[in-house]
Every structure is written in C-alpha cells, then in structure tokens.
C-alpha cells in the first residue's frame, strides 16, 4: 500500500469508539524507532568526553550541533562501505555503549587513587608530607626522589680509607667557604682557587738555587686568572729562568781585526752591536742575517761599552774619550753627550729607560736623565775604579763593581748605600743581577759568587779549580782564571755563563755546580751580552763573534 492511503478499519469497530486508534503506516513507524535510537545514541555520546586524554586510535571526532555548544564526541571510524544513516546510527550506538562502559571504569579508578592518596596524607603529619615533597625533585611530568647524603663515617685508628673520606668532606666544605668569601674564581664548571701557588711550572727538577718568587696564578689558555700586574710580573721573571738546556746551536759572525772589546745583544734580539779596541765607531748589525745596518760615528777613542735600552731603540756607548753617548738606533743619530772627567769604563740602562748608570775612571757613579740629558746623582763610595754595573730589574737599585774588590748596592733615588759585599779577592769584573732581582752574579779572576740580596749572604761560590779542564789544547804554563760571567737569556737565566782564559766558554747548573756544557772558541773570550729570549753572544781576543742559540 502507497505511503499517503488510510488503512480500513476492523470489522465492527466505529469511529466514534474512543479506545479505537488508527494504526499507523508501517514507514512512519519505521523512522520513529530510527528517531528513537538516533535520540539514545546522541545521549550516549555526550555522556564520552576524551578531551582530556583525547580520542582512541581510530576513532574520528565529530560535534554534537544540536546543543550548539559545538561538545566534542567520539564516534567509530566507518568503512567505506556503510554509505546509509541508520547504518552509522547504529554502528555510533554500539560504539559508544562500549566506550561509555570503558570511561567509567577509568573514573572508578581515578576516585580510587584519590582516596589512597587523602588516606596516605591523613596518616602522615604535616611535616612528614612537607618532607616527602622536599625529597622529589620535579622535572616536567617526572617525580625523581632524590638522593640522601651519606652520613659521615666515623674515623678509626689506623682506617687510611676513613681519612681520606674525612679530608674529601673537609675539602669540600673548604670548597663551598672559600667560594663564599670569593676566593674561588668560576669558569664555566671549574672552581679556581685564587690563592693556589705555582712555582716552577717548567723544569721543576732541575730549578734555580734560590726561588724566593711567590706567584699566585692561574693559567688557563692564554689567560692568566687572579693576579695582579705586580705578581705576574713576578711569575714571569721566575718562568724567564726555569726552563733546562736541552739543545744548543752556535753561528760564527762577521768580526773584527783584533780584540772584540764590547758586544751588545738587543733585547727583541734582533740586532747586535760590537767595537774592537781599535775602533772609535760601533757598527749595528742585524742579528739574523749578519749584514751591517748603521754606523754610530762620534766618539774620538776606543769605545768600552755598551748597553741597549729595554725598548731597543736607544743605545748608550761609553769610551775613553771622557763621553757617554745616547744615540737613536732608528737613524743613528746622537741625542746626548754626557761628559765626564776621565775614562767612562761601563753603563747600563733602567729598565724604564728613563735613567742610564754610568761607572767611570775617577771611581764615580753618576746616573743621567734620558729625557733631560743631565745628571741626577752620583755616587762616590768605592776606591777603586768603577768595572761594571747593573741596574735591579725594578729600577730602583744599582750594583757597582769596582777594582777595590768590593760590590755595593744603592739606591738609585737617593744614592744611599744599603750593601757592601766584600767577599772577593781580586778586582771584581763583573756583576749582573738575575731576572728576578733576588740574586747578583759577580767574578773576579779567581771565584764566581752569588749573592743573595734578602738574606744578604754569598749563597753560591764556585772556584776556577772546580771547573773542570774539558778536552781540547790547553797551554800549561799559563795561569788559568775566570775573565768574565753573566747570566744565560731569557728562559735559561738561571744558568751560570763564565769564560775562562783557557778559551772555553761553560754553561753551569748553580744548583749542582755541574758544567753543563764547555764551547772551546778560537781565543779567549773577555766580553759577552745575554738576550731575553735565547740567544748569547760572544767576543774573542782574535775579533772572532759567536751566536749562540740554546733551547729547551
């Protein structure tokens, strides 16, 4: 029958019987039981909400737009297939009854840990739960218990382990204070301890006789942590003298006719500078290469000596014709000329350059002003003529030698004397002070002294007789003696160089008095100059000039 026709009514029932009803096409009953399940589905989906944990795998999410809160519900992923409405009604239905069922065991769970969790805390006080939370660290989503700090071992006679374990804590807590007083330096994850003492970092074994330098530093790369401008400087005069000789190399150079009478290395080591005892000029040559540079022409006689400044742009020359001159080694010219009343024997600059010290004839020494070109001082405590001197690395002192056989020590300010040292036989030839200012080196003909200035005693005496005949032609009839001494350069300054007449030169270890090394020239040698960094230079009676570089 065609959807829009009446049914006929029963047999013998009238319309106007009131429990009469009509019965209703099959269609319309059909959508209404659709309608009916459609109605319980949706109340099934809006009892799911997953948006906490968001939906299963394979499920889709589609909004509920009849409450028109636009609710996020679940319902089952169809297959292709199931094209028709009531098919996806029901399928949603069944879906939904089962995750229903799933959530709400899900909630049953949740209130159940709920409850352990209110039973645990009313268990517990309120400084136990404060303590708990105290021991979990929290990171993100995770709760990791931390771990408890070992209590102390108590120490036991005899228990190494058990002391070793009581000096770690101890050093940890010495750690943490220090750090607080800001002691300790930080560096990305390293704790420097600003008060950590380093002495002779290189060649500890074989170090000075003497180490009275006290450097507090750290070096990290090329940086230099937790010091003072005063205390690395310090460091590094100690670090100039620490470093063994392992190798050496020596280099014949252009020289002269006769006797080499001075030789001068520059500090940067790049030139040189040398005049024989014929020559009233001094010729600059280049260090390297062995060629002339400049002639320094203004002296009427023999120059004596000679000394660069620490800059190596300046250079003083001293000569019997009475004059100190301080020449420019850019252009060769002359600056001053300081007059004397005879024979200018020797000089030496400051370490600032601001002063040069001159040792003359008439037994004087006279500082002079650089920048002024006038004299400051002059010094008149020896009897003897002035043979060499040497200004203290911090500038402030001066050690004269002199043919009275004493040294003394003066103040470059005031001139006062604070130091006779009378502890040589013979005229003294020479006298340097090492790089750190504590010690000064002097010889005469016989010994070689050094003479430690603090304590003010002769630390290190070394006879001619201890220094053994190396292999080589030895004249027998002549008296052998020591005819100069200095200081190695640069990192090696803590050795001893001395000629001897028999013509070697020795390189000594002061700690052990061993020679290290003896390098027989072609005559005897009476002048030599250290550099700052490796190299030592040599003057023969015969004008031959020798180079030689050391290294470690």
Known sequence: MGCGQSQAMPPGAAKSDPKYKPEKPQNENRETEESDNENKAREGMKKVDMKPNGPPPGAVIMQDMDNGK??????????????????????????CNTQGNQINNVAD????????????????????EEQLLEDLFLFGDFAVTKPKPKPKPKQEEGDIGTELSLV?????????????????????????????????????????????????????????????????????????????????????????STRVKCICISPNERYYVSSSAKDATI????????????????????IIGA?????????????????????????GKQIFVFEHERIVICCCFSRDGKTIVSGCQDK??????????????????????ITAVSFSPD??????????????????????????????????????????????LSNDEKVINVWNVKKQVTSLSIPIDQIPVPVGPVDGTKKRTFTMSSYCPGPFGWHI???TSDRNVHIINPNTREVLLSLFCKAAVYCLSSGSRDKLALGDAFGNIYVITFSG
């Open 395 to 440: 500038s402030d002192n001066v050690v004269s030698a002199s043919s009275d056989r004493t040294l003394k020590i003066w103040s470059s300010l005031s001139g006062i004397c604070t130091a006779s040292i009378s502890e040589h036989t013979g005229i003294v030839m020479a006298c340097n002070y090492s790089a750190d200012g504590n010690n000064i």
């Open 364 to 385: 004087v020494c006279r500082i002079w002003s650089t920048k002024k070109g006038k004299e400051l001082l002059a010094f008149k405590e020896h009897e003897g003529i």
């Open 497 to 499: 160089v001395a000629a």
């Open 307 to 331: 000394h660069f400044s620490n800059d190596s742009k300046h250079l003083a020359t001293a000569s019997r014709d009475n004059n100190l001159i301080l020449w420019d080694t850019v252009i």
């Open 283 to 302: 010729v600059m040559y280049d260090l390297a290469r062995g060629r002339e540079i400049l002639y320094f022409d203004g002296h009427e006689d023999t």
């Open 168 to 256: 770690e804590n101890d050093l940890e807590e010495q750690i943490v204070k220090h750090y607080l007083e800001r002691k300790y330096f930080q560096y990305s994850d390293f704790n420097v301890n600003l008060e950590e003492l380093i002495l002779n970092p290189m060649g500890a074994d074989d170090g000075p006789h003497t180490n009275d330098v006290e450097a507090y530093r750290f070096a990290f790369g090329d940086f230099n942590l937790g010091v003072t401008e005063d205390e690395l400087k310090a460091a590094n005069a100690a670090n100039r003298r620490n470093r063994p000789i392992q190798n050496y190399k020596v280099y014949n150079l252009l020289g002269h």
């Open 70 to 95: 636009g609710d996020d519900v679940i319902a089952e992923t169809l297959p292709e297939e199931a094209k028709d409405g009531a098919g996806i009604k029901r399928r949603a239905k069944s879906f």
């Open 109 to 128: 769970l949740r209130e159940e840990e709920e409850r352990k969790q209110n039973q645990r805390k009313k268990s517990m006080g309120g400084d136990e």
